[in-house]
Structures are given as structure tokens and as C-alpha cells.
């Protein structure tokens, strides 16, 4: 049992140093999209460090891009409740016990009765954070599994989380309308969550003021241009202060954003996602947390349409590519959605739905969102540039013309958003047979920028013949 109370979860800056090169190789692999060597760098590292929280759920992303799995496709049952080898083994030697548990998620990531196995152990080894991960895994792979869902709630309830508990139970609410302790759960869950809130901001008064010079300093320094080499070098000092302490939120947020300066998304990511939760619940962090990670899984997928592009060649390759892209879009459609459902009057968050149903092909779940994306002057144009072409795309001729014509109304100068509406406008008049009108727009751009796309070509071709 001393065995079992000397385990603790643990923070990165704790990381023994003889696993941090293990830890760098498995951030590494993941982002050139090598499953399979981060996995066994990973299961390495939670071998020795079975409290590292933030391996095991890199690890369960690296498990999930490897084996193509969806929600709804695992096997609910194996090892449910702690039954099975694993469940006796649990008793004797827990933290083996957990490192049998990954071997199986290996091979099924959102197996529902694994992850329920693993929560217990995590449970009765005081993994909290660990235990939480596992029912969230369980729930997101299962979402119609509204009792994996109850059991992550009353967890959350018990911790006095309730804000994670209230989203949980709308997320039951939604599976079953009917089910009415997962009403009552939501309503309460959201009063407590409430006042909790309050309480935190009475109470972090004194704390800001003791800060506060340290937090201006760091935001002076934020607003400094700097070369990549100082940005590395400004990285390193504020990762000593964090080490020091990593409940720093100024020096998080610092962090966060001279990664992101880095365009180090997967790592600006992590350190926006923990200034969200140190904030308790910062809707301004979220939403950076959120952005950033769509542009971590954007370039990932360039990275492997570049490797794809440079081996047009490799079957497999080229085949993994497509997967990837569709994964991506089903779960950039997901996410979307419940960005909406927190933040409905959000005219960027629709703007960022519509864009989601149009790569999707649902072009007409995608018109009314962006239309009450219109409503945000500062993405006006863009959107009407993505309803014309939603409507292209429907046969609707006539209105996608209209929603380009008022972007190009609305834009003086002719930069590059201009330039792509008009050459948008004029492929659709092609399309219409409309000669003279795409060929005006045409020479719009071709006036000013002869090298676009192929507008010299389009514009020189019609004085031939």
C-alpha cells in the first residue's frame, strides 16, 4: 500500500528529467502524425509516472488518430465495472493494473467499460483528474451512454465541480429530454456553479493586487516584437517561473501567447487550455484555447497533405490522408456545434458552424448560421463570401451572385479579400454564361494584381479570336 499513496499526479514541470526527452519525443512524433512511436514513448512514461495526467491524454489522441476510432464504434463491454483480470489485478498491484489498462486502450481508446475500469483504479489511487479523464473518454466515445454520463456528474458533484457537472447534465438532457434527474441535476449544478463563481471573484481580489505588478510586467513585455531567437530564449525564462509555480496564471497566459508567437499551436494550446481552468472559467481563454487548437489540427493536417503531396505515390499514405481529412471534419463539426450551444449569440462562433456544415457538404444546415453571422460588421464580407459560395454550391445561382455582389459593395480597396470575391463572383458568372459581367470582374483584379490565380490568362484570352 506505501507503494500506492507515494503516487500522485503530476504537473510537466514535475516530470523526473530522465523521462522529459521521452516526453519531447512523444510531443514530437504526435505532431509529424508517428502514432505509433509516441504510443510507446508514452505508455514508457506513464509506466514510471502513472500520475502525469497530460501523457495519458496525449496518449489517448495518439491512440485514437492511430486506430481510426469514432464515437459509437467501440466495445462497450469489456472489463465493464472493474470485472476481469485487470479488476483482480487492480486489488493486488494497481499501478501495473493501470499500465495493463493502456495496452488494451491501444487497440480500442473509447472502450466504455476499460475507461470505467481505469476510473476506479484511478479513484482508489487518489488519480482525481485521472479519474475524471477516463469517464470523459468513456462518455465522449459513448455518447449515448447516459449512465457513463450520470456517473462522470455525481463524480464531478462530489468534487464540487459543479459548472462540469452542469455541462454534463445538459449533455443527458440532450440524448433524453425525458430523463429528469438530469434536469433537476443541470438546474442545481448551474445555481452552485453560479455561486460558486462569485465567491471566487469576491475572494481573488487580494491576490490580484499582489500580482499585479508581476502580471503589467509580463503584459509589457507581450506587447514587444520579437525575433524567434528571443521568443525561444523569453520561452525558457517564463517555462523557470512556471516550474516555480504553475498555478501562475499571468505567467501561463505568457506562455501561451509567446508559443503561439512561436506558432507552436500544440504547446500554446496545452498552456491556453490550463490558463482557461486556472481562470475558472475565463470565456475569453476558452475561446483562445479553442482557436488554437483548430490551427494545431489544421497544420497538422498540412503537414501530412505536404508528406502526401511529396510521396504521391504511397497508396497508404495517400489513403491515411483522406481519413485524417474526414475525421477532421467530423469532429471540427462537433466541436462547432457546442461552441454555439455555449456561446448561441455568438456571430463568430456561427460564422465558424456554417464554415464547419459547408466543409461537411450540409451546405443547407449551414445558410442559417451564416446568416446571423452577417450580423458581426468585423466578418461581414467574409461571410457573404461563404454564403455565395454555399448557395453555388446549392444550384442558386441568382442569390450566390447577390451575397458576392454585396461583399464586393461593401470592400473600397482592393486587397485580398476583394480579390478573391471578385474572382469568386467571376467564376460564377462563367458558370451562368454571363460573359461580359465575369469578365469585368476579372479585369478588376487583373488591373491591379496581373499575377493572380489565372486572371491574365481569362482576361488576355477574350481579346483573341
Given at each position: 500500500?506505501?507503494d500506492?499513496?507515494?503516487?500522485?499526479?503530476?504537473?510537466?514541470?514535475?516530470?523526473?528529467?530522465?523521462?522529459?526527452?521521452?516526453?519531447?519525443?512523444?510531443?514530437?512524433?504526435?505532431?509529424?502524425?508517428?502514432?505509433?512511436?509516441?504510443?510507446?514513448?508514452?505508455?514508457?512514461?506513464?509506466?514510471?509516472?502513472?500520475?502525469?495526467?497530460?501523457?495519458?491524454?496525449?496518449l489517448?489522441?495518439?491512440?485514437?488518430?492511430?486506430?481510426?476510432?469514432?464515437?459509437?464504434?467501440?466495445?462497450?463491454?469489456?472489463?465493464?465495472?472493474?470485472?476481469?483480470?485487470?479488476?483482480?489485478?487492480?486489488?493486488?498491484?494497481?499501478?501495473g493494473?493501470?499500465?495493463?489498462?493502456?495496452?488494451?486502450?491501444?487497440?480500442?481508446?473509447?472502450?466504455?467499460?476499460?475507461?470505467?475500469?481505469?476510473?476506479?483504479?484511478?479513484?482508489?489511487m487518489?488519480?482525481l483528474?485521472?479519474?475524471?479523464?477516463?469517464?470523459?473518454?468513456?462518455?465522449?466515445?459513448?455518447?449515448?451512454?447516459?449512465k457513463?454520463?450520470?456517473?462522470?456528474?455525481?463524480?464531478?458533484?462530489?468534487?464540487?465541480?459543479?459548472?462540469?457537472?452542469?455541462?454534463?447534465?445538459?449533455?443527458?438532457?440532450?440524448?433524453?429530454?425525458?430523463?429528469?434527474d438530469?434536469?433537476?441535476?443541470?438546474?442545481?449544478?448551474?445555481?452552485?456553479?453560479?455561486?460558486?463563481?462569485?465567491?471566487?471573484?469576491?475572494?481573488?481580489?487580494?491576490?490580484?493586487?499582489?500580482?499585479g505588478?508581476?502580471?503589467?510586467?509580463?503584459?509589457?513585455?507581450?506587447?514587444?516584437?520579437l525575433?524567434?531567437?528571443?521568443?525561444?530564449e523569453?520561452?525558457g525564462?517564463?517555462?523557470?517561473?512556471?516550474?516555480?509555480?504553475?498555478?501562475?496564471?499571468?505567467?501561463v497566459?505568457?506562455?501561451?501567447?509567446?508559443?503561439?508567437?512561436?506558432?507552436?499551436?500544440?504547446?500554446?494550446?496545452?498552456?491556453?487550455?490550463?490558463?482557461?481552468?486556472?481562470?475558472?472559467?475565463?470565456?475569453?481563454?476558452?475561446?483562445?484555447?479553442?482557436?488554437?487548437?483548430?490551427?494545431?489540427?489544421?497544420?497538422?493536417?498540412?503537414?501530412?497533405?505536404?508528406?502526401?503531396?511529396?510521396?504521391?505515390?504511397?497508396?497508404?499514405?495517400?489513403?491515411?490522408?483522406k481519413?485524417?481529412?474526414?475525421?477532421r471534419?467530423?469532429?471540427?463539426?462537433?466541436?462547432?456545434?457546442?461552441?454555439?450551444?455555449?456561446?448561441?449569440?455568438?456571430?463568430?462562433?456561427?460564422?465558424?458552424?456554417?464554415?464547419?456544415?459547408?466543409?461537411?457538404?450540409?451546405?443547407?444546415?449551414?445558410?442559417?448560421?451564416?446568416?446571423?453571422?452577417?450580423?458581426?460588421?468585423?466578418?461581414?464580407?467574409?461571410?457573404?463570401?461563404?454564403?455565395?459560395?454555399?448557395?453555388?454550391?446549392?444550384?442558386?445561382t441568382?442569390?450566390?451572385?447577390?451575397?458576392?455582389?454585396?461583399?464586393?459593395?461593401?470592400?473600397?480597396?482592393?486587397?485580398?479579400?476583394?480579390k478573391?470575391?471578385?474572382?469568386?463572383?467571376?467564376?460564377?458568372?462563367?458558370?451562368?454564361?454571363?460573359?461580359?459581367?465575369?469578365?469585368?470582374?476579372?479585369?478588376?483584379?487583373?488591373?491591379?494584381?496581373y499575377?493572380?490565380?489565372?486572371?491574365?490568362?481569362?482576361?488576355?484570352?477574350?481579346?483573341?479570336?
Open positions: 500500500m506505501s500506492v499513496k507515494e503516487v500522485r499526479e503530476i504537473t510537466e514541470a514535475e516530470l523526473p528529467a530522465a523521462l522529459k526527452d521521452h516526453w519531447k519525443n512523444a510531443k514530437a512524433s504526435v505532431e509529424r502524425n508517428n502514432q505509433g512511436y509516441a504510443i510507446k514513448f508514452l505508455q514508457a512514461i506513464l509506466k514510471e509516472e502513472p500520475g502525469f495526467l497530460n501523457a495519458r491524454k496525449l489517448r489522441q495518439a491512440e485514437i488518430m492511430e486506430t481510426g476510432a469514432s464515437p459509437g464504434s467501440s466495445k462497450k463491454g469489456l472489463f465493464g465495472g472493474g470485472s476481469g483480470g485487470i479488476g483482480r489485478q487492480a486489488k493486488k498491484d494497481p499501478t493494473a493501470l499500465v495493463a489498462i493502456e495496452k488494451e486502450l491501444e487497440k480500442d481508446p473509447f472502450n466504455s467499460g476499460i475507461n470505467e475500469t481505469l476510473h476506479e483504479i484511478a479513484l482508489r487518489s488519480l483528474d485521472t479519474a475524471a479523464f477516463a469517464l470523459e473518454t468513456a462518455r465522449k466515445g459513448n455518447p449515448e451512454n447516459t457513463v454520463a450520470h456517473k462522470l456528474a455525481n463524480f464531478y458533484v462530489a468534487r464540487d465541480m459543479h459548472a462540469e457537472a452542469s455541462v454534463v447534465y445538459r449533455d443527458i438532457v440532450k440524448q433524453d429530454a425525458g430523463d429528469g438530469a434536469v433537476k441535476g443541470e438546474k442545481d449544478c448551474s445555481a452552485k456553479a453560479s455561486m460558486q463563481q462569485n465567491r471566487m471573484s469576491e475572494n481573488s481580489s487580494f491576490q490580484d493586487m499582489v500580482k505588478d508581476e502580471a503589467a510586467e509580463l503584459e509589457k513585455a507581450s506587447r514587444t516584437a525575433t524567434k531567437e528571443q521568443l525561444e523569453r520561452a525564462e517564463l517555462g523557470a517561473k512556471y516550474e516555480a509555480d504553475p498555478n501562475n496564471l499571468a505567467v497566459k505568457q506562455l501561451a501567447l509567446t508559443y503561439e508567437q512561436l506558432e507552436d499551436w500544440t504547446t500554446s494550446h496545452q498552456f491556453y487550455s490550463w490558463a482557461h481552468e486556472l481562470s475558472a472559467g475565463d470565456v475569453a481563454l476558452r475561446n483562445k484555447a479553442n482557436e488554437i487548437k483548430d490551427l494545431a489540427a489544421d497544420q497538422y493536417i498540412k503537414d501530412i497533405e505536404a508528406s502526401a503531396a511529396a510521396d504521391p505515390d504511397n497508396a497508404e499514405l495517400q489513403a491515411q490522408l481519413e485524417i481529412q474526414q475525421d471534419v467530423a469532429e471540427r463539426l462537433q466541436e462547432c456545434k457546442q461552441r454555439v450551444e455555449q456561446n448561441p449569440t455568438d456571430p463568430k462562433m456561427r460564422y465558424d458552424l456554417g464554415q464547419a456544415f459547408y466543409d461537411s457538404g450540409d451546405y443547407s444546415e449551414a445558410i442559417p448560421h451564416l446568416q446571423q453571422a452577417t450580423r458581426n460588421p468585423h466578418i461581414r464580407t467574409k461571410v457573404l463570401l461563404l454564403l455565395g459560395r454555399t448557395f453555388d454550391a446549392k444550384g442558386m441568382d442569390l450566390s451572385i447577390k451575397q458576392l455582389k454585396d461583399a464586393n459593395a461593401e470592400l473600397t480597396q482592393m486587397d485580398n479579400t476583394k478573391e470575391i471578385l474572382y469568386e463572383l467571376g467564376v460564377i458568372y462563367t458558370k451562368a454564361e454571363k460573359k461580359d459581367e465575369a469578365l469585368e470582374c476579372f479585369k478588376q483584379i487583373y488591373e491591379i494584381d499575377g493572380y490565380r489565372d486572371v491574365a490568362a481569362r482576361v488576355e484570352g477574350s481579346y483573341e479570336g
